[in-house]
């Protein structure tokens, strides 16, 4: 899943995440009997057990066609007070709630991405949005909370890293790292091949010189 928070499939770490019981999408509803009117928005509250609290690191889920998503937390304060406060106002899931795009996407919402601080956080609200009568029914799945300070596997150090011996084996350290001469030859490779990539891409943006399937004069004249 991209830092920025966005679409991504789940990485598969080892990671756990926080034990939390979250209750079913509630729709929220305008009127009465036969005047009910759907806004098209609903609620997810989430609660960790026994009313522990805990800090926040990342929140992950899985899209079904919510649209924009906000999310309020609620925090331990002073002599047990708790007060609701908003750290994630409406976040775009779906570029255009009228069509597919990042409609069943997986999201990544980061620490750093919170407007207010994630620390000693009782109860999580979500708050789904979807403007489009197009899709009747809208939450999100799969839903998982990471603590903070949880080792992630992904920005671990290399194994032959941590594998290092201290200053009484030098000759081993020198042994383990890459060729530089290797390495150098290796980017310079790289480097090349995305120019040529660019170059191509480059040359099919501009294609033939030809307008509704007829060669234009004054472009030919050019050639």
């Known amino acids: 899943m991209s830092g920025v928070a966005g679409p991504g499939a789940p990485s598969g770490t080892a990671r756990a995440p ?12 305008l009127g009465g009997g036969a005047d009910v009117a759907r806004p098209g928005v609903a609620v997810i ?3 960790f057990p026994r009313g522990g609290a805990a800090d926040l690191q990342e929140i992950v889920f899985r899209n079904f066609y919510t649209a924009f998503l906000s999310v309020r937390v609620q925090r331990a304060g002073a002599e047990g007070s708790r007060k609701w406060v908003t750290c994630l106002r409406d976040y775009c899931l779906m570029p255009s709630p009228h069509t597919e795009q990042g409609s ?22 979500f708050i789904l949005r979807q ?26 150090f290399p194994s ?15 042994g383990e790292l890459p060729d530089p001469e290797k390495v150098s030859t290796e980017v310079q490779q790289m480097w090349v091949l995305t120019e040529v990539i660019r170059a191509r891409q480059a040359a099919a943006r501009i294609g033939r010189f030809d307008v509704d399937g007829c060669y234009d004069i004054n472009l030919l004249s050019y050639m």
Do not use: G
């Open 45 to 47: 509250d989430l609660r």
């Open 18 to 29: 926080l034990p939390c019981a979250a209750r079913a999408a509630t729709a929220l509803q």
């Open 160 to 174: 032959w890293l941590s594998q290092l011996t201290p200053l009484e084996q030098p000759a081993n350290l020198h």
């Open 131 to 156: 403007p489009s009568p197009v899709w009747v029914h809208f939450t999100i799945e799969e839903l998982q909370i990471y603590p903070l300070n949880q080792k992630s596997p992904e920005k671990d």
């Open 104 to 125: 069943q996407d997986y999201f990544s919402l980061f620490r750093h991405q919170m407007l207010c601080d994630v620390d000693q956080v009782t109860a999580v609200r």
